[in-house]
């Protein structure tokens, strides 16, 4: 089963030390982080990374907004990735996805935590680091669409991440239904990943979605959150 489920992953919205190592026993090897909208503190949100990561699964940080303190912070506990929501246009995307690389290729600081192993560094960790962490800004609004090709161009973005929900909101088109307008701007972005030679990562909840987005050429798919696994665990065990 591991192989089937290694471009798959889970949505966390509270520090579920449970969720993690049920979801690792099934073979799930990654795990995103929603501390945009969830309920994470800072010392909650590192102990559950480093839960992440001793089990071997990658974790990706969807950090508080597009700033550097809440990119730096994710990273020094050890993310993966993070994933930038609020995104704008391409010289928004070029200023804060700076913060998730050191220097010279961006700004992002330094500090001497899980991912330095809690001391002094060689002189190739920075480049190291900027290679082996990934910096996913969201193409949740219509200006980042616009620019979506600009923004993968830029040296500081490694891929993508789709947020389709507030894409359509953003669009004019309310609530996100999956219709053809939807999957045209999907459509869009793949298109313009697979020019770039960079991933697009894509929230697909349902099987439509999940087989849509994999004809596509999603790498990842995140394809079950916290709350609505325990939802459907209850309502299916209160059925006759």
Avoid at 40 to 64: N, Q, T, Y
Avoid at 83 to 91: C, F, K, M, R, T
Avoid at 119 to 148: F, H, Q, W
Avoid at 176 to 205: H, S, V
Wanted: glycine share 8%.
């Amino acid at each position: 089963m591991a192989d089937t489920l290694k471009n798959l992953a889970v949505w966390l919205s509270t520090p579920h030390q449970a969720m993690i190592e049920i979801a690792h026993d099934i073979g799930y090897r990654h795990v995103v982080l929603d501390i945009e909208h969830g309920l994470f503190d800072l010392e909650a949100m590192d102990r559950i990374i480093a839960l992440g990561k001793a089990l071997g699964m990658l974790m990706h940080a969807k950090v508080l907004g597009p700033e550097a303190i809440p990119i730096q912070q994710a990273l020094d506990m050890g993310a993966d990735s993070v994933i930038i929501p609020h995104i704008g246009d391409v010289e928004h995307a070029r200023r804060v996805t700076a913060s998730a690389k050191y220097p010279t290729l961006g700004t992002r600081s330094f500090s001497g935590t899980r991912p330095a192993r809690y001391g002094g560094v060689k002189p190739d960790y920075y480049d190291n680091e900027n290679a082996k962490t990934r910096c996913y800004p969201m193409i949740e609004s219509a200006a980042a669409l616009k620019d979506v090709e600009a923004i993968l161009a830029l040296p500081t973005v490694d891929g993508l991440f789709v947020g389709p929900s507030d894409l359509s909101l953003d669009s004019g088109r309310g609530a996100y239904r999956n219709t053809d307008a939807d999957k045209a701007d999907l459509q869009k972005i793949a298109t313009a990943a697979q020019k770039a030679g960079k991933p697009w990562i894509m929230p697909a909840w349902s099987r439509t979605e999940r087989v849509f987005a994999q004809n596509l050429g999603a790498s990842l798919m995140v394809v079950a959150d916290e709350y609505g696994s325990i939802w459907t665990g209850l309502e299916d065990a209160a059925k006759p």
